[in-house]
């Protein structure tokens, strides 16, 4: 690492909390697509997209030029003061694309985590109930009723005390834990039993696909169980699809690919292509629960995002990415089913589309690979309960020369990997 990135890395230690964990050592210049350039000019094949915001890629010209056109014309009003079409166009747009039962009606925010929460300040009106239930491994934020919702108490939940009451978690269907359907659906009724009873329950909140739990998909039973016992006990069912949103699955939402439909589902990350905002979509009732100024926020459909993300749903649907995702995610699946041959490291491959993961035996392992790939100019994420997967979040618009490129440079961090292995063991 040169003076550059290392001067500001010395800056960085004085000016802000180490609070905020920070991956690469090294700061971005500009960046294109599927490609970031540092400030030295070294080149990176982005395999992160911002961490799921970036399935358009970075700076897609049509983002560029509805920002650009909206800059022109005004950055802020806030919508609850003087409010502006393209908001109502937009949720309009997601009324119609999103899979709910009967009419439907969105409200943006800013952040993911905004979303969830006000995702259960509307079940919570709806039902009259404060009960809420998700799942270990799950990820829904970093605010504190966000924090009580995530199953995963290192570092998310560490070193921040008493969280809200009324949250209860259980177990999250897997196949390489050992987790059964019959065992989730078990652990809620167990929560019914010992914890709160289904009539104090207000929804059930969970990922389709868990992002930070290491991309654990949900069987089609398992949701088609969860539909039942909520229609069972009058509770609402949240799809928190703030990281499988928008083609990553290879459908627009996550959810269209189950026979069931949610009450509600969260969105943020890659609706606004790098520009902050968030959204509840649901049926129109539910969405209606709360009294006039119950909902909203300073920033909320902030119009620069709003912008953004019409922009968005024209680029996913016109460059038709959420067929490219089937074909990327397709690709990279038979690399890793190559690679799991001769590697004894890989315990799973799974995902959805293009939302891929393989799991490793530990995350010392992961953490290699991730180090190799970053060498050779490949920036890719670790997650799971264990930090033990790595997950793939490239862009859906990756020219497909690079994205081979980017799989050689993950066959090598492999071979490299396990031969270290071997020589240690021998």
């Known amino acids: ?56 890629g970075h700076r897609h010209p049509k983002v560029i030029a509805a920002v650009t056109e909206q800059l022109g014309k005004f950055t802020h009003t806030a919508y609850q003061v003087a409010p502006y079409e393209s908001y109502v166009s937009l949720a309009e747009r997601i009324n119609q694309r999103a899979p709910i039962e009967g009419p439907a009606k969105t409200a943006f925010f800013t952040t993911g985590a905004e979303a969830v929460e006000n995702a259960v300040k509307i079940a919570r009106a709806a039902t009259g109930r404060y ?65 709160m ?41 949240i799809a928190d699809e703030v990281q499988t949103g928008f083609a990553r699955t290879g459908q627009l939402f996550a959810m269209q690919h189950y026979s069931i439909k949610a009450d509600m589902i969260t969105m943020a990350k890659s609706l606004g292509g790098g520009f902050p905002i968030s959204g509840v979509v649901g049926r129109a009732e539910i969405m209606d629960a709360p009294n006039p100024g119950g909902l909203g926020g300073t920033y909320a459909g902030n ?30 699946i038979k690399t890793l089913e190559q690679l799991k041959v001769t590697s004894s490291m890989i315990q799973d491959i799974r995902g959805l589309g293009s939302m891929v993961a393989v799991e490793l035996e530990y995350a010392e392992q992961a953490k290699a690979i991730q180090e190799y790939a970053m060498s050779q100019g490949l920036l890719l994420l670790t ?28 066959k090598a961090g492999f071979t490299a990997v396990t031969q270290q292995n071997l020589e240690r063991s021998a």
């Not at 970093?142 to 009451?165: I, L, Q």
């Not at 019409?310 to 038709?320: G, N």
Request: hydrophobic share 40%; net charge negative.
């Open 197 to 237: 009873v289904p009539q104090d329950v207000a929804a059930i909140v969970l990922e389709p696909v868990q992002g930070e739990g290491g991309f654990n998909v949900a069987p089609q039973e398992f949701l088609v169980r969860l539909r039942e016992l909520c229609d069972q006990h009058g509770i609402l069912l």
């Open 1 to 56: 690492m040169d003076s550059k990135h290392t001067d500001i890395n010395s800056r960085k230690q004085q000016a802000t909390p180490r609070g905020v964990g920070i991956m690469c050592s090294w700061y971005v210049e500009r960046a294109e697509n599927a490609t970031l350039w540092d400030m030295d000019g070294r080149e990176y094949t982005d395999f992160a997209g911002g961490i799921a915001v970036l399935n358009t």
């Open 303 to 332: 119009p620069l995002a709003v912008a953004a993300a019409h922009a968005v749903i024209d680029v996913i649907e016109e460059e038709q990415l959420c067929e490219r995702a089937h074909v990327l995610g397709s690709q990279l």
């Open 383 to 410: 997650c799971g309960k264990s930090a033990n997967v790595i997950r793939f979040l490239y862009p859906l618009t990756i020219p497909a020369e690079q994205f081979q490129k980017a799989l050689d440079i993950l």
């Open 131 to 195: 009960g809420i239930i998700t799942f270990s491994g799950g990820f829904h934020g970093r605010t504190f009723m966000t924090m009580a919702m995530t199953g995963k108490t290192a570092p998310y939940k560490r070193d921040f005390g008493v969280m809200p009451a009324g949250v209860f978690h259980g177990r999250y269907p897997s196949q390489s834990q050992g987790i059964s359907v019959d065992d989730a659906m078990e652990s809620i009724e167990n929560i019914f039993s010992t914890d």
